[in-house]
């Protein structure tokens, strides 16, 4: 299934509809393409080329196989956002991972524990989010979730995991937050996986231009719109 996230559904059909994990996303996009594509002329200065890029959800993996290669001159992305806008920019993604072990201390004692120092790190992370947020929209802002957090011990050793998945605004400065997340981390092993930077469009681009004339709300007034 094209962009989808980890888990098993079972699949059915009712008359001509179909129930299961990835039945929707991104299917109907991808037989757009196909079909919009068919149809061009053939030409010897323009050539469309579709990409069914694999694992989109986590660290999509067959997208950055295409990094490498020359840039395309003109570049859609087939996200199903909505019938009702065309959709013109992304927020940025950054994944970031803190591990801690050390020697288990006593209950009541002072030190704290990994999954105390964890959820210390989170909080630091989430309070510069809050302060950085006041009053912006929403595809201003940057945006912190907990994908994973686990903590516990063997008897010697105190260990604590967690991953946070984090969505950048436009402009947003990656390598300041990088270098604050390992002041943050301390003695724990921080390190962020990947950060890709948030990408907006302009309304009068070549594709934003003539998708807006194709809308069912065509003209000067039809909707446009950032995904977070």
């Keep these: 299934p094209m962009d989808t996230v980890p888990g098993r559904i079972p699949g059915r059909q009712e008359g001509y509809r179909l129930f299961g ?8 996009p991808l037989a757009a393409a196909n ?5 061009q002329p053939v030409s010897t200065t323009h050539r469309c080329t579709i990409v069914a890029a694999v694992e989109e959800e986590g ?3 067959g997208a950055r196989q295409l990094v490498s290669r020359p840039a395309p001159a003109q570049l859609i992305i087939l996200e199903p956002s909505g019938w009702d806008a065309i959709t013109l920019g992304y927020k940025g993604s950054m994944w970031v991972r ?6 288990v ?3 009541a004692g002072p030190t704290p524990s990994a ?7 989170i909080r630091r992370v989430q309070d510069y989010a809050l302060a950085l947020n006041r009053e912006k929209a929403v595809f201003d802002r940057l945006d912190v979730r907990v994908v994973q957090l686990d903590a516990g011990h063997d008897g010697l050793r105190d260990l604590a995991t967690t991953t946070l998945g984090l969505r950048l605004p436009l402009g947003f400065d990656i390598e300041a937050l990088t270098a604050a ?6 003695l724990a092993a921080g390190a962020v996986h990947h950060a890709d930077r948030a990408g907006r469009a302009g309304k009068h681009t070549p594709l934003v231009r003539p998708s807006l004339g194709a809308h069912p709300t065509a003209g ?3 909707p446009v719109r950032p995904t977070p």
Excluded: N
Aim: charged share 20%; net charge neutral.
């Design 98 to 103: 803190y591990q801690l072990s050390q020697p």
């Design 105 to 107: 201390a006593h209950g």
């Design 59 to 61: 660290s999509s993996r």
């Design 181 to 186: 997340l390992h002041d943050w981390a301390g």
């Design 35 to 39: 079909t919009a594509v068919a149809r």
């Design 21 to 28: 994990r990835g039945e929707v996303d991104a299917k109907a």
């Design 220 to 222: 000067a007034h039809a």
């Design 115 to 121: 999954g105390d120092q964890a959820i210390a790190f």
